[in-house]
């Protein structure tokens, strides 16, 4: 296990540079009355690919040697990540294999493509998962890019909470939602070094509380197929997430479906931006623990903005779509 | 008829400064290559209230001697005007009077009295509209202020064409849409100063191009009641906004009703942001006429997004919605 440091960060951040968009900050007088604090919204929504998860691909890609590149990168995810990996090794014009279930939705596999993804298809069980993607690193030599427990990949999230902390100075605290754990430990990484000062609190799904309870048991508490609707926090901590959310995170806040869709909404219509469900859990939980977070300065990382338009939480009974244009 | 000037708008950025945001301006990769040119979307819907309005309102408001602001201010609204002007006369402190048809949406009613505005409505017919103003403001002695036939609110809107001019530089080529003209003509009086080079345009739904009948007529057209799914651009061009139409526009381009709808799905899809049906006018102007704009750099005002989040116009026959949270 190879842990990241602050070094890591900085040279990160050089490297991502020029491939990413430095995403703006935005505030709401009406979220913060509503919340009782003093919030900033980290945009990485408006990040390339749509999600912060270009940082960390980005730094993958561009740190590996001319003679690595060549065999290409490879990942299993049929998320942000798969999105975020096929667009990096675009931008380093190398090869991408992204293998994702056959179930994954068209729009998935077509957004992966869209940025010159190739996609093996597997069975969706981890098994076959598992088994496809050995076939393929076995047959193209490509370099394995884990989604999140990855010592490269977390640098690169780091990168998100430098720009907040260089842009904002002085907070109180930091919330992220947490799935594997990627970005909450790359916060955890910049602000034990740069404002060590700083409470890093994550949100987590009620229905995908693996994280939450590891954290009061001490040891990864891994659960094995969470519904929520926030589907990109369904999966476990790993040992090198583990490692800094066991030392660094405050409390992992949970949240019920019924407040993650009412606090997407809410983003919608008050800061009008287009955030998933799962990036929606911070803010579910910033405005259900008001005596947490009341009269603080509290940054809310938006991880990312890839939503089904036609498939939205709040308009129950929605079967007759005109989907006009793409 | 008073016509604003340079110096205005200088006076007019410091005056509103304190109570606007200085709104970010988004470019995408995928909307450069489907256009042909060069993007650069200066988000006012990430405003105050959800619109560039308030640029305006704030400057009309915060130009009034104490005096003259004790009797507040109102105006005839239903839509992001009626909410700017409350806002801002809510930043002052003063009292401000919205006259709109009692058919106005629940939904817009309610955001006028969040911002601390009175209602007094009328039936919705011309007649009865200007009736029941000019009994308000014969009560209650307020300043009336015109959604945008005003020497204060077109120097408050053109702070908005500064701001891109001053972040970005040289540009090719500004667009907006157009529905009274406050925004463009705004457009047209900073362009014409600070960047006389700039082509101004304007995108206007082919159901109600009034404004482009009138360019092309050279003299003002008005419709009567246009039916189109932009309801921010339904009113006509007045003098103050001809003076500068007519003088300083290049073309005004006109698109489908089909056209806006896919322009404001790929920009919720695309940019992640939020943005009404009446803003995507400008951008659905842009991706029809590719031999116009190709390989230029262009300035889209993204005017605002105040959108009912439980009709949207690409999902049809959606009438069951679970209106969680608000």
């Given at each position: 296990?190879?842990?990241?440091?602050?070094?890591?960060?900085?040279?990160?951040h050089?490297?991502?540079g020029?491939?990413?968009?430095h995403?703006?900050i935005?505030?709401?007088?009406?979220?913060?009355?509503?919340?009782g604090?003093?919030l900033?919204?980290?945009c990485?929504?408006l990040?390339?690919a749509g999600?912060?998860?270009v940082?960390?691909?980005?730094?993958?890609?561009?740190?590996?040697?001319?003679?690595?590149?060549?065999?290409?990168?490879?990942?299993h995810?049929?998320?942000?990540h798969?999105?975020s990996l096929?667009?990096a090794?675009?931008?380093?014009?190398?090869?991408?294999?992204?293998v994702?279930?056959h179930?994954?939705?068209?729009?998935?596999k077509?957004a992966v493509?869209?940025?010159?993804?190739?996609?093996?298809?597997c069975?969706?069980s981890?098994s076959?998962?598992?088994a496809?993607?050995a076939?393929?690193?076995?047959?193209?030599?490509?370099?394995?890019?884990?989604p999140?427990n990855?010592?490269?990949?977390?640098?690169g999230?780091?990168?998100?909470?430098?720009?907040?902390?260089?842009?904002?100075g002085?907070?109180?605290?930091?919330?992220?939602?947490?799935?594997?754990?990627?970005?909450?430990?790359?916060?955890?990484?910049?602000?034990s070094?740069?404002?060590?000062?700083?409470?890093?609190?994550a949100g987590?799904?009620?229905?995908a509380?693996?994280a939450?309870?590891s954290?009061?048991?001490g040891?990864?508490?891994?659960?094995?197929?969470?519904?929520t609707v926030?589907d990109?926090?369904?999966?476990?901590?790993?040992?090198?997430?583990?490692?800094?959310?066991?030392?660094?995170?405050?409390?992992i806040?949970?949240?019920?479906?019924?407040?993650?869709?009412a606090?997407?909404?809410?983003a919608w219509?008050?800061?009008?931006?287009?955030?998933?469900?799962?990036?929606?859990v911070a803010?579910a939980?910033?405005?259900?623990?008001?005596?947490?977070f009341?009269?603080?300065k509290?940054?809310?990382?938006?991880?990312?903005?890839?939503?089904?338009?036609?498939?939205l939480?709040w308009?129950?009974?929605?079967n007759?779509?005109?989907s006009?244009?793409?």
């Amino acid at each position: 296990m190879i842990i990241p440091n602050f070094d890591d960060v900085r040279a990160a951040h050089a490297r991502i540079g020029p491939y990413i968009h430095h995403t703006p900050i935005l505030t709401s007088s009406y979220l913060d009355s509503l919340s009782g604090a003093k919030l900033f919204f980290k945009c990485e929504n408006l990040q390339k690919a749509g999600a912060f998860k270009v940082r960390g691909a980005c730094n993958a890609v561009f740190g590996l040697s001319d003679n690595d590149a060549k065999a290409g990168v490879a990942t299993h995810s049929s998320g942000n990540h798969a999105l975020s990996l096929s667009y990096a090794a675009g931008r380093r014009g190398i090869p991408v294999t992204v293998v994702m279930p056959h179930t994954a939705p068209d729009a998935k596999k077509a957004a992966v493509r869209g940025y010159g993804g190739r996609i093996v298809e597997c069975e969706p069980s981890t098994s076959s998962r598992e088994a496809v993607f050995a076939r393929v690193v076995a047959e193209t030599g490509a370099e394995f890019v884990h989604p999140y427990n990855d010592h490269r990949v977390i640098a690169g999230q780091a990168t998100c909470a430098k720009e907040l902390i260089e842009e904002i100075g002085a907070l109180d605290a930091v919330i992220a939602p947490i799935g594997g754990g990627g970005m909450i430990s790359g916060c955890c990484l910049t602000l034990s070094t740069l404002a060590p000062h700083v409470k890093i609190y994550a949100g987590e799904p009620e229905n995908a509380d693996d994280a939450h309870r590891s954290l009061k048991a001490g040891h990864i508490i891994a659960d094995d197929a969470p519904q929520t609707v926030a589907d990109g926090l369904k999966v476990p901590l790993k040992d090198l997430t583990w490692h800094f959310v066991s030392r660094h995170v405050e409390d992992i806040l949970t949240v019920s479906e019924e407040e993650i869709i009412a606090a997407m909404r809410l983003a919608w219509q008050r800061l009008k931006i287009v955030l998933e469900a799962s990036s929606a859990v911070a803010l579910a939980a910033v405005l259900k623990h008001r005596e947490t977070f009341a009269d603080q300065k509290v940054g809310i990382i938006v991880t990312g903005g890839n939503v089904d338009l036609d498939k939205l939480p709040w308009l129950a009974g929605c079967n007759n779509q005109r989907s006009v244009g793409t």
